[in-house]
């Protein structure tokens, strides 16, 4: 266990340095009850491909699985609120916290 002194724990807080990062499996665990409670009638029907579904859009998996897909251009295509797709208006969190979920669904290519 590591223990720090008073001085340590002033120099955190002054810096803005916060508590360790979560796991990744912690992002993509609350990226997948966001997806489901927001997204799951239109991208994430059982094996939903590129345009499949109730109204023609792309499951997640076919999403992650697009050539070059990334991270960041998935988090860029939220920001730019899609006109084909409701506003939920997510904040940065909620974004990344998508993204990772999506991206956790990519074949090793």
Not at 50 to 61: H, L, W
Not at 80 to 87: K, Q
Request: aromatic share 4%.
């Amino acid at each position: 266990m590591v223990r720090l002194t008073t001085a340590a724990i002033m120099m955190i807080l002054a810096t803005g340095a916060g508590p360790a990062p979560e796991s990744p499996r912690e992002e993509i665990a609350r990226g997948r009850t966001l997806a489901y409670a927001l997204c799951a009638q239109c991208h994430l029907n059982e094996g939903q491909g590129e345009k499949e579904g109730p109204m023609g859009v792309p499951g997640f998996k076919a999403v992650a699985n697009r050539p070059k897909q990334t991270f960041g251009g998935i988090v860029r295509w939220l920001k730019a609120v899609p006109p084909m797709m409701p506003d939920h208006h997510l904040t940065q969190d909620e974004m990344d916290e998508l993204a990772a979920f999506i991206m956790s669904l990519r074949k090793e290519q």
